[in-house]
């Protein structure tokens, strides 16, 4: 009888309850490890949240900054960009004063003098049409807005016979280019 293995002798089951409540233990201790374990974490990611607070604000004014000096931000040096290129089209057609009016009608703001991009801008800032933009949208709208009189000039189109549709076609020649700049160019719409 003594050949037998030790796992089929009648002892077997008291064992295996052995063997279990040992296993049982160990889970126990196991939660109980994972527990204290997540708690440390979690007043040590506590402890780095007011130091990596001061971290992300840092880093977030720094973003800003950047996007403001290249013009990501700060839509208005984009805007006058773009009302230069628009009113050097008009004034080659000698209809400067159509496309003021067009604006103001547009927008309904009132462009002061001289009529120039600063005033457009200006113009632009009180606009209804503007304040429901972000400056990143904005900054898109007057990117769109100089290529498009950008490419009226470089096609020959800043002539009095052919302005009329060429300030006609300014909001359907950039509309595509404005819907691109908000999905593929900003990084977000602040």
């Not at 931000?73 to 400067?96: I, K």
């Not at 005033?119 to 990117?143: D, K, W």
């Not at 009189?149 to 020649?173: E, H, K, V």
Request: aromatic fraction near 10%; charge should be negative; proline fraction near 3%.
């Amino acid at each position: 009888m003594s050949a037998r293995p030790p796992l089929l002798r009648s002892g077997f089951s008291s064992g295996l309850s052995v063997g279990w409540r040992v296993k049982s233990g160990l889970v126990t201790a196991l939660r109980g490890l994972v527990l204290v374990s997540s708690l440390s974490l979690l007043g040590l990611n506590a402890c780095d949240t007011a130091a990596d607070s001061a971290d992300l604000e840092a880093e977030r004014d720094l973003l800003l900054w950047v996007l403001y000096q290249t013009g990501d931000y700060n839509w208005y040096p984009v805007c006058t960009a773009s009302q230069t290129v628009a009113l050097n089209c008009a004034g080659a057609a000698s209809a400067s004063s159509l496309y003021i009016a067009a604006l103001e009608t547009l927008w309904s703001s009132s462009v002061a003098s001289p009529q120039t991009g600063d005033e457009i801008c200006n113009a632009a800032n009180l606009s209804h049409v503007f304040n429901q933009m972000t400056p990143g949208a904005r900054a898109c709208y007057f990117r769109c807005q100089q290529n498009y009189w950008q490419s009226q000039i470089d096609g020959g189109n800043c002539t009095a016979l052919q302005y009329s549709a060429a300030l006609s076609g300014a909001a359907t020649g950039s509309s595509a280019c404005f819907t691109s700049c908000l999905q593929n160019d900003t990084r977000f719409l602040y």
